[in-house]
């Protein structure tokens, strides 16, 4: 296997084909982050929630979402679904409180836009917001970026 591998980038090399290597997940900069590694995107008092492509990233191909009943309210810190993937299950926290006034029913069928999307189409929840103070908890891209580089050096 490793002589296969040596090969193959000795090859690249010498055909100057670059070869992908994926560095530190995608951090979208206009969202703010939890420490538990959730993004929350704010749009007047509504809040989209998923997990972050580092989350994602470390869970590997995520076979299931858990999905909570619109209606239901949230704590910030709170857990309020699951995720769970083909290494682990992990709870989702909300990084702000508020009533859920839409899940991604998609998710049910393709839990795998988790994986594919984390930013897009692989959105968990939108929120109605009950204290915007909260956002000031949380992180923004630098802070987020800087958090899981850290994070990362420890393992």
């Not at 909300?94 to 998710?107: M, R, T």
Request: proline letters at 3%; charged letters at 25%.
């Amino acid at each position: 296997m490793a002589s296969r591998l040596l090969w193959a980038s000795r090859a690249a090399s010498y055909l100057r084909i670059s070869i992908p290597y994926r560095g530190f997940a995608s951090v979208v900069k206009d969202l703010k982050y939890a420490t538990s590694h959730e993004w929350v995107k704010i749009e007047g008092d509504k809040a989209t929630i998923g997990i972050t492509d580092h989350a994602q990233d470390h869970l590997g191909d995520v076979v299931y979402v858990e999905l909570p009943e619109v209606g239901a309210s949230v704590k910030q810190d709170g857990s309020f679904g699951a995720v769970e993937s083909v290494k682990a299950t992990s709870d989702i926290n909300s990084p702000v409180s508020g009533k859920i006034v839409e899940v991604n029913d998609e998710l049910s069928s393709s839990p795998g836009l988790v994986n594919s999307s984390p930013y897009e189409n692989g959105w968990i929840i939108k929120v109605e917001v009950s204290d915007s103070d909260e956002l000031g908890r949380l992180m923004d891209s630098e802070q987020y970026s800087k958090f899981c580089e850290e994070e990362d050096s420890k393992h």
